[in-house]
């Protein structure tokens, strides 16, 4: 069973930055896309950004231009860096490790992000 620790999450001021981390257990983190997600309140889960085994990346149009998903391979962690961030970047953010080999996917318990303005 894979699990997936996010931390990073916490209170910022509109315009600040945050980094968010998420350790994976095991080596398959080496083989798998992995991404996060957000889901603010009565809202569905979206999104933010997916890094493929390669390291392609793409991002929500929300948060392009502004946010960077990096993975180090070694420490099996994917990271989410997020810039001049807005209010409406509150919610909770899970980190998400899909294999595309097993097709097996696994998430995280997320970490509340909240942007005061």
């Known amino acids: 069973q894979v699990q997936l620790v996010e931390s990073g999450g916490g209170l910022v001021q509109a315009g600040g930055s945050l980094r968010l981390s998420c350790l994976a257990s095991?080596?398959?983190?080496?083989?798998?896309?992995m991404a996060w997600y957000r889901q603010a309140p009565g809202k569905q889960r979206e999104l933010v950004a997916r890094?493929?085994?390669?390291?392609?990346?793409n991002y929500a149009e929300s948060v392009k231009g502004r946010s960077t998903i990096s993975r180090d391979y070694a420490k099996h962690t994917v990271y989410l860096e997020m810039n001049s961030m807005k209010p409406e970047d509150t919610a909770v953010y899970y980190c998400n490790l899909y294999n595309p080999f097993s097709r097996n996917d696994y998430w995280g318990q997320g970490t509340q992000v909240t942007v005061s303005s």
């Open positions: 095991g080596s398959i983190a080496k083989v798998s896309v």
């Open positions: 890094i493929t085994i390669g390291g392609i990346t």
